[in-house]
């Protein structure tokens, strides 16, 4: 190492509590886990975030860590298993959200169903007009106009897991207002999303 650090001699330092270590070996690893992390993800604010919170992880743990192996090995471990619970989030969090809007579509067979559905949305922009204003544009987009999560990013300038975050708090605060005013539709929300 070009400080003079042994990979034995970093991890026992990183143990102490030493924040120079840790230092070194964020500086040291980084790129080639943020690379790692964006090959399987294909998103770079997301990417860069699960190395953040690999190298949190490393830290608040530090003292697990087994000085007679190399870091590196164990930080590729923590960042691939990080970001594959990253990949199945952003793909429950997009299913659940689609299937709701699809199961809401079904309802309208018949008339007693059409009732429903009206009741449904009627509920739905009811709760719609309490979220907060980025919330609930983010939502419109999504449901209203048919734009997926990388449409709305670009469109507001905001990463894709930030317009993820939005839609399902959104759909939180929908199950809740579904909730309280105890619509039998509910039930096909917590279905298709909260049980998630």
């Known amino acids: 190492m070009a400080t003079g650090w042994n990979d034995k001699d970093i991890i026992l330092a990183l143990k102490a509590g030493n924040e120079s270590a840790f230092r070194e070996i964020f500086d040291q690893h980084f790129r080639r886990l943020y690379a790692f992390s964006f090959k399987l993800l294909k998103n770079k604010e997301l990417a860069e975030e699960v190395v953040d919170d690999t190298f949190m992880n490393v830290w608040i743990n530090r003292d697990r860590i087994n000085e007679e192996f ?3 090995p164990y930080l590729y471990t923590i960042t ?8 199945r ?12 809007w699809l199961e809401m579509e079904k309802v309208s067979n018949d008339t007693e169903e059409s009732i429903l559905l009206g009741d449904l949305q009627r509920f739905t922009e009811a709760a719609l007009v309490n979220l907060p204003p980025q919330q609930q544009l983010i939502f419109r987009m999504s449901r209203f106009e ?18 993820k975050n939005h839609l399902v708090a959104a759909l939180k605060t929908l199950k809740v207002h579904f909730n309280q005013s105890d619509v039998v539709c509910f039930l096909m929300v917590a279905a298709t999303f909260m049980k998630k």
């Open 146 to 163: 048919g734009l997926n999560y990388d449409e709305i990013a670009e469109k507001l300038n905001i990463s894709r897991n930030t317009v």
């Open 70 to 72: 190399p870091i590196a």
């Open 80 to 87: 691939r298993r990080l970001a594959l619970n990253a990949l």
């Open 89 to 100: 989030q952003i793909a429950t969090s997009q299913k659940a959200i689609d299937n709701l």
